[in-house]
């Protein structure tokens, strides 16, 4: 065999080690962390890390390990033997180890360590014997076998803890610290019994197998349900795998010279510059987080403040305490970002089990950010990388209250974050009543239409049953900044009654409801909720994102409510205006549908003359808030049924209204009625084959143009935006248009307009064209939900069904209508930046669809040289963060 | 000015020409081949052309010509007088010259010619002394006054008429030779005054004038409503243009000893190898065929056939009849192709007006290619690319007897050839049920849907007043070789009234009528139709074509009916075997049904179970059938509310057949729906969420297979493709299933069996990531219906609401589900080819869309590389020959 062998296993103790901090993803997180410790000479037991790569190797081979692995981990176990001067299983001095996970990130609580491994009925004795402390030894044995039944084996916890509590209830004692070394052993006859009664095997009292078994179960865990549920949740692929880290036991519990603790180098919550950390003497790190014995502050600063009277660490041992803070210091320097450690003292000797980067809430990510900025450990643009753009979005709605007791109804998903809360309402309309005689709603739908728009406005939060995360209700709702919980399938919605159910829950028209847009739960009755803060920090780092980034920032915005929020979160023009919204209005909507009804080019442009002035009206006002920012306007989109009524009731009522007959207007709904209304005749098919729509918005444009200019003696510069091109040769015919109307326009008024007339780029074959159509278009806007879509080949509305499926199987990553699917759409855009520029050289492009308030997406954009993202005007401070992150790694 | 001046003119005659026949792009057939004749020394009046690029930069500068034409064409014109020695505009030996239209291809009747152009006042003067037959003169100038009028100036042809027979009828003359010099002076004045009476402007004097207005109105009739009528049907890009032939009049009405006629040098409607002509003696062109005179025969073998007394060409002048064969059969050998000619004999003098290959039937296309091949005066491969293969579908099919007299009631698209007639029912259980108490019957719906299989089945054809050329009603079909007509909005159908009506015609069900669908047309009661007849020419051709190809061509078949047909047709396999339409029969839509409404997995299998038998009997009949051609099986494709019902009534009675409670139907239903459902939870997808359906279709193509095996001694190698697949991932969960299932049912029946998994390439995100998918594919099918549909953003069923705007302005060129969009679709197509034969070398690849059978698609398909195209049983012919012809070109 000339093959040279793989390394699975990786070394770490005595001042030196095989991997490096930068060795994460093959390491994990906390075995280059231990690597790096014994190379930094901070007191590290020694120990070793079986590579995430045997991880994916396992799952790749139907669960079997490499054939050279085992050999490794032999050697590795000698090499701990020889520092410690122990050996594994011996019965006089049996070293013991620990066993962990350590994915590439954190994922706390989700896999599984076992302690003490390597104790059985013998090795216990020499245990004993060596430590010269038999009631530890005992206690740690039994530890050991509750561990290992529970995490190896699969047993209960609580029936271990029943026969503990049982013992101690027998004997009277109230602490576990009472029993003795003789009613450990008792105890453990019992544990064991447990565990035969339970299990088909006994508890194993070979060594190997027990440190073989503890292995396997952290392979395992990879793959348990709780551990996909996280990555779905945080996007981590499956295929990252973890490493298993095996290394000596010290022991916090050897009496009070011994303690264990965990530590932050700065406050977590808060931010502030402050040691934060709990110890106990004598204990095992598991007592600290149990929560069975009050932890210790590690300060004194923090026992006075604490008002604490138990001692602190610095007061029990000061020159510990000292080596510890020493060591803080210097991991935090070496890190250059606030820590989070654990450490053992054994019998007066410090050493640290554990470092990694501290989690720590938004609030506090951005002071220490800016703090350490500040103090010069680290740069400013350092410093923007430090804080994850998509958790800014719980500082900009309100949220709530933690500490209030909810009852959750249903689960959906989170659509548009914050929380809200009001009256049960099952229709738009009755939105709108309520809300104008001060009600607080909750609009309850099973999926909102375009016609749902007053009473989304007037809602203070959205409940839909069907639709994912790009659903009509998600996405206006985002755009809003409304919180919104959609496809929440467990609800059931019976208009009839004005009820809906959830499981065996039952909720009125009237009744209050909280939902929680950033979770997607949704509560019975009223939860306290908080409101948001931005602090001075916050607008620091968002100026050092600004400073660093070149990707513009524009904003999706409809209506100058959504323009003036937009300009508030720093927004720096309008990417998308959808002008479909301003046809819903009450006052407008019966025009709309005279010209949809018409029979004639003639009664359509009468019908059109109507709408003229108030389509004016809106730009006017538009195009005033925005002052010298760029306006991207998108002529009509959608198919025109969205704006006829499809119950037989509505249907007779608005021919009342119209005064028009029942049958003509059911006849013209039937008539426009789709399959796959998504791929039908909308966009700039509208254009072609109703021009004369085109032409009044096009009117309506220039006209409020030429006011502004007169008002304010400059004129915006409109950017005029053809939807759904798939051909160069429809953009030329509504583009002729759009010019000769600019044309008539500036010859009415004898003022001179300057704009510009481009195209949203959302179908793969405007991208695999996009050369000839640039030869017209003046940009390219790249409506990245419909070229999802269109992709993908898949519905935005239908998705729900199966895209939970998709993700949770790990057959993609992550649903692509949250965040771009590179690898598909993103060639496509690609393809489309190559092309158009090579046509129009240094062609202004952007994207407008809801990715542009996805980091993810931003960095991507930035990278494939786009000038500027537009999203929804809550997710601006998002998209500015992520574009200065995008900047600073690029170029780090 | 270094600019070389552009060359918009092209002289011809005297045996000499600047042009030639390669050049028709830019001069047109009749221009490049009026050079060609020149230079061949068949004697041409001289003449010039005005290049196509004439008319393209017309349209391209708001219709205003290049600067330099005017002083080129003056030149040439020159070039003309000099030849004939007369002089335009000249009063004592004026030029007259036609003008005419000639475009790329011809387009008969679309565009305009004006004879006799430079007569006037003083011109007709100097005609009349220089041919010394002043009748002749004022005949022709009242003949150019009359065409002009119309032509250029736009006027009513019949009110010159109506000039001319009021004087005839005061004079009592019944023909026009009656009338004399001198009163057709006098009807020359009354023509003038008609015009200044109905024009801003007089009839112009002016000779350069009535070139110049000439030229407009061919260039302006490129763009008049025929034209693009034409253009559209012809599938002719308005870009091409058209250019314009200038040219010396001859005439052949100077008295006996002129003439004029046209000829074909074979029969065009038999192909007989015969010549075929008419001509008339003392008469212009339009005399000929304006069927006022009946023309007479050229040879004396036709006048004899024909039993005519007229006397021939070949009866009257035998020496120019010599000179014209001689002349025929020199064209015939250039051209190597059957020639459509006009002469004109002038006063004794033979001129050849025009030469272009002969429009011919396709018998008769056939019966000359494969007759030129035996004479050795082309080659077979020559032969091959002498049929249009689209035409061979006329050959196939029950055609329209053309002489039968029909009332059409409505036009619709001809969406699946053939003519049909029968009694009109409104639903599919009662086409089924007249059928079979031996009723004809013509379904007549809104649309189609799976549901309606089996009265499609039933029916002798099919119309539908919703739906495009790929609707489901057109695609089914044309694979069962229904006739169908789809899309025919005229046609509204009051299913309550068991009526439709049609403009103001109602049809009642059971009245009977017929469709062609060749030609789109609805027409009441009985026409006659003719039953084809494959020739041994027709059979030879294809042997032919069939030694020529590369491309293997398979069918789209779904039933043994279908396979049949196709085979004795030709096809080599069967590309596409949908599995959904076999789940739609009485006997087991209700267990499909019963899956569907299931509440868990266990309960879906239960059905499952019941399904199994029935699909493992389609398998082993296609298998026995197809013998050791490949069979690709497609997995369960479309959504599952495909499969139940939707009106309250018929869910009620699925209800109670089922014994299931009415709300538990309704809400499956309701869950179910979707908004797009071409985007929605279909194809793979299906697989992914309920695998044990794909569990099941595997294994009774499986067990199908083995038992074939066990029959026969030779097992099929069956290819399983997986639909809809955006993902390599998918692909792999669904794989590793059908693998699984593969190996159990080997290790059953202990039969070894051979077999493919492949996937059907119908998303652009497939065609992007085609070399990963290659890692698991054994092939790719390449569904191009989808492919477009995703790729325009367009849903074919949608589609006709536009899609004819599009055409007919130009905007595309043609429906691209008609033939497949080789700039953007077969951009993405080209792509997976290479990334998917860059991952697995020379890996199979096919296509197995409605394109498979459309010419310009196959020649697409072979010149990427693909293996085969797949089509509907009648179109593979079709694809036999343009497949040939592809392979042929290609290498020519």
Redesign the interface.
């Known amino acids: 065999m000339t093959e040279v062998a793989k390394k699975w296993v990786y070394r770490f103790g005595d001042g030196q080690a095989e991997g490096a901090a930068e060795m994460k993803n093959l390491l994990g997180g906390k075995g280059a962390n231990l690597a790096e410790m014994s190379n930094l000479g901070v007191p590290v037991p020694p120990g070793f890390t079986v590579t995430a790569d045997v991880c994916t190797s396992f799952y790749d081979h139907n669960e079997t390990y490499p054939e050279d692995l085992s050999g490794q981990v032999d050697e590795a176990v000698s090499f701990i033997e020889e520092i410690v001067g122990a050996k594994f299983g011996d019965n006089e001095k049996p070293l013991l180890v620990s066993v962990r996970s350590g994915a590439r990130v954190s994922m706390p609580g989700m896999m599984d360590t076992v302690l003490n491994l390597g104790l059985n009925d013998d090795t216990v004795v020499g245990l004993a014997k060596w430590s010269g402390d038999e009631r530890f030894a005992y206690d740690s044995y039994r530890r050991f076998i509750q561990m290992y039944a529970d995490v190896v084996m699969g047993l209960e916890h609580h029936d271990f803890e029943d026969i503990l509590e049982d013992y101690k209830d027998t004997k009277g004692y109230l602490a576990d610290t009472e029993i003795t070394a003789d009613e450990w052993k008792e105890i453990i006859v019992r544990y064991k019994k447990c565990v035969a009664d339970n299990h088909d095997d006994p508890f194993p009292q070979d060594v190997n197998a027990q440190l073989w078994g503890a292995v396997d179960a952290v392979f395992g865990s990879w793959e348990c349900a709780r551990a996909i549920t996280y990555r779905t949740l945080h996007d981590i692929p499956a295929g990252w795998g973890t490493a298993v880290n095996i290394q000596a036991m010290v022991f916090g519990n050897m009496g009070d010279s011994s303690a264990t603790g965990v530590a932050f180098t700065r406050d977590p919550s808060t931010g502030e510059n402050e040691l934060y950390g709990e110890f106990l003497v004598n204990a095992q790190g598991e007592d600290v987080v149990a929560g069975i014995r009050t932890p210790q502050n590690i300060s004194e600063d923090a026992r006075k403040k604490a008002g604490s009277n138990d001692p602190s660490l610095e007061g029990l041992m000061p020159t510990t305490f000292a080596e510890l803070t020493g060591i803080f210091d210097k991991l935090e320097a070496h890190y250059r970002d606030m820590q989070d450690l654990e450490f053992t003292i054994q019998d007066g000797k410090l050493w640290m089990l554990q470092t990694r980067a501290g989690k720590r809430a938004t609030t506090a990510a951005i002071k220490i950010a800016v703090d350490m900025a500040n103090e010069g450990l680290i740069t400013k643009q350092e410093a923007v990388l430090r804080v994850e753009p998509a958790s800014l979005d719980q500082l900009l709605h309100p949220t709530l209250d933690p500490k209030a007791e909810r009852t959750v109804l249903a689960t959906g998903l989170p659509a548009s974050p914050g929380a809200a809360c009001g009256e049960v309402v099952f229709s738009s309309d009755e939105a709108e009543r309520l809300k104008a005689i001060g009600h607080e709603v909750i609009l309850v739908r099973t999926e909102t239409s375009p016609e749902d728009i007053h009473g989304m406005h007037a809602a203070n939060g959205i409940l839909t049953s069907r639709g994912g995360m790009t659903s009509h209700a998600a996405v206006v709702a985002r755009g809003m900044g409304t919180s919104c919980v959609s496809g929440a399938g467990e609800v059931r919605i019976d208009y009839q009654k004005q009820i809906f159910t959830a499981g065996d829950q039952v909720i009125a028209k009237g009744d209050v409801i909280t939902i929680d847009g950033s979770s997607g739960e949704v509560m019975k009755g009223e939860v306290a909720t908080i409101k948001p803060k931005l602090s001075e920090d916050f607008n620091m780092l968002m100026s050092w994102a600004d400073e660093a980034r070149h990707l513009r920032v524009r904003t999706n915005a409809d209506t100058p409510a959504d323009a003036r929020t937009a300009i508030e979160f720093g927004a720096e023009g309008i990417g998308l205006c959808r002008t479909e919204h301003m046809f819903f209005e009450a006052d407008r909507i019966q025009a709309v549908r005279e010209m949809i009804l018409a029979d004639s080019e003639e009664d359509r442009r009468t019908a059109l003359d109507k709408i003229l002035p108030m389509q004016r009206g809106d730009f006017i006002e538009l195009f005033e808030i925005m002052g010298e920012l760029p306006v991207t306007i998108r002529l009509l989109d959608p198919p025109l049924h969205e704006f006829l009524p499809h119950s037989d009731k509505e249907i007779t009522g608005v021919a009342e209204a119209m005064g028009v007959d029942v049958e003509k207007v059911r006849s013209r709904v039937n008539d426009l009625h789709?399959?796959?209304?998504?791929?039908?005749?909308r966009g700039v098919?509208l254009a072609?084959?109703y021009p004369e729509i085109a032409e009044m918005q096009a009117r309506a444009i220039f006209e409020a143009a030429t006011e502004v200019a007169r008002k304010n003696g400059k004129a915006p510069i409109p950017e005029v935006m053809v939807p759904?091109i798939?051909?160069k040769?429809?953009l030329d015919?509504v583009a002729d248009r759009i010019v000769a109307v600019a044309e008539e326009v500036q010859a009415e008024s004898g003022v001179k307009l300057e704009y510009q007339v481009g195209t949203m780029v959302?179908?793969?074959?405007a991208c695999?064209?996009a050369d000839k159509i640039a030869e017209r278009a003046e940009f390219f806007s790249f409506g990245t939900n419909?070229l999802t879509?269109?992709?993908?080949?898949?519905?935005r509305?239908?998705s729900a069904?199966?895209i939970g499926?998709?993700t949770s199987?790990?057959?993609?990553e992550v649903d692509p209508f949250v965040s771009l699917?590179q690898?598909?759409?993103g060639?496509?855009i690609e393809t489309a930046v190559a092309k158009g520029r090579s046509t129009r050289a240094g062609m202004k492009m952007g994207i407008c669809g809801e990715h542009g308030g996805d980091p993810a997406s931003v960095e991507f954009c930035h990278r494939v040289g786009l000038d500027y993202v537009s999203c929804s005007p809550f997710r601006v401070p998002i998209a500015r963060l992520a574009a200065g992150q995008a900047a600073v790694t690029k170029k780090g």
């Open positions: 789709e399959f796959n209304p998504m791929l039908g005749h098919r072609v084959t759904l798939a051909t040769a429809e015919m959302e179908l793969p074959r695999l064209t419909d879509q269109t992709t993908f080949g898949i519905s509305d239908d069904r199966f499926e998709y199987r790990g057959i993609l699917d690898e598909g759409v060639q496509l």
